[in-house]
């Protein structure tokens, strides 16, 4: 009786970084079908080792030398780490904007082809919700946290068309088990339709640079991904059977901070250095 080969993984080795996150988490097991290693890294701890196929690796994404060290040996990148909250300029500098410079100059270096950045809905946080979008409307960043994504972006841009390094930046919505408040009725998505999405975005040949916006299929959409048609993405949840356990919550009795914008909450965080937005 003969044994079958197992069919080869697309990628040796995936670099994670922002493992210890929540969707770090998340794909940390899912990334796994894609690679023969998934190395973890992140500046707070990590569940240990699962074994050869699994490693775990410390990391500051403000340490040049030392992301450059991470991408010894991989060959794909899905760069989530980072500061994921709105926070004062300079937090958000070194680990969003500094880190992220770091991390496609580690590509450049290593020979790294394919990065899958997360970006955020942020990047168009100061639209009124319900405005139709899609990747080509002008960006309109809702703070320090949006900014830096936007820069991301751009560095992508740029990494694409001088070193020909592939990018799939996600502007991620809202993705928890489910969705919290009214807003997110439409910004939901589910963790199966995130790793689809990543699945997608580290298999789909000559992306180029393409942004997509990371939703699942909600019915009260504001974001079209018409421009990423490409990556094949077909989101397979909706945040319609939450409707009404969201819709049974009390409404607030004084309209939220940001809430007629996209981004909400994010859209007032701040000034931080006066003490407000806290």
């Known amino acids: 009786m003969t044994t079958q080969a197992a069919t080869p993984k697309p990628f040796q080795r995936i670099l994670l970084t922002g493992a210890a996150g929540g969707l770090g988490q998340i794909l940390r097991e899912a990334l796994q079908a894609h690679a023969d290693v998934v190395r973890a890294t992140d500046i707070s701890p990590m569940a240990p080792s699962r074994g050869a196929?699994?490693?775990?690796?410390?990391?500051?994404?403000?340490?040049?030398?030392?992301?450059a060290a991470l991408c010894q040996g991989v060959d794909a990148i899905v760069h989530l780490g980072g500061v994921s909250v709105e926070r004062p300029f300079e937090e958000i500098l070194e680990a969003?904007?500094?880190?992220?410079?770091?991390?496609?100059?580690?590509a450049r270096q290593h020979g790294i082809k394919r990065i899958v950045f997360a970006s955020s809905n942020h990047v168009t946080g100061f639209y009124p919700q319900g405005e139709a979008?899609?990747?080509?409307?002008?960006?309109?960043?809702?703070?320090?946290?949006?900014?830096?994504?936007?820069?991301?972006?751009?560095?992508?841009?740029?990494?694409?068309?001088?070193?020909?390094?592939?990018?799939?930046?996600?502007?991620?919505?809202?993705?928890?088990?489910?969705?919290r408040n009214?807003?997110?009725?439409?910004?939901?998505?589910?963790?199966?339709?995130?790793?689809?999405?990543v699945a997608r975005a580290l298999l789909t040949r000559d992306v180029g640079h393409t942004?997509?916006?990371?939703?699942?299929?909600?019915?009260?959409?504001?974001?079209?991904?018409?421009?990423?048609?490409h990556l094949g993405y077909a989101p397979q949840d909706s945040s319609e059977k939450f409707r009404g356990k969201i819709e049974s919550q009390p409404l607030p009795a004084v309209a939220e901070a940001g809430s007629q914008f996209q981004g909400g909450p994010f859209t007032a965080a701040g000034p931080f250095e006066d003490g407000a937005g806290r």
């Open 182 to 197: 009214r807003r997110m009725l439409s910004t939901w998505l589910s963790y199966p339709d995130l790793e689809q999405l």
């Open 133 to 179: 979008l899609d990747a080509h409307s002008p960006r309109r960043p809702d703070g320090y946290y949006g900014l830096s994504k936007a820069y991301g972006e751009d560095l992508a841009t740029f990494y694409f068309h001088r070193y020909g390094i592939q990018t799939v930046s996600l502007r991620i919505g809202s993705s928890f088990p489910e969705p």
């Open 211 to 229: 942004v997509v916006y990371g939703v699942s299929a909600n019915r009260d959409l504001w974001w079209s991904n018409r421009h990423a048609a």
């Open 96 to 106: 969003n904007i500094r880190g992220t410079f770091h991390v496609y100059e580690a």
């Open 53 to 67: 196929h699994d490693e775990v690796l410390p990391g500051n994404l403000a340490d040049k030398a030392g992301v």
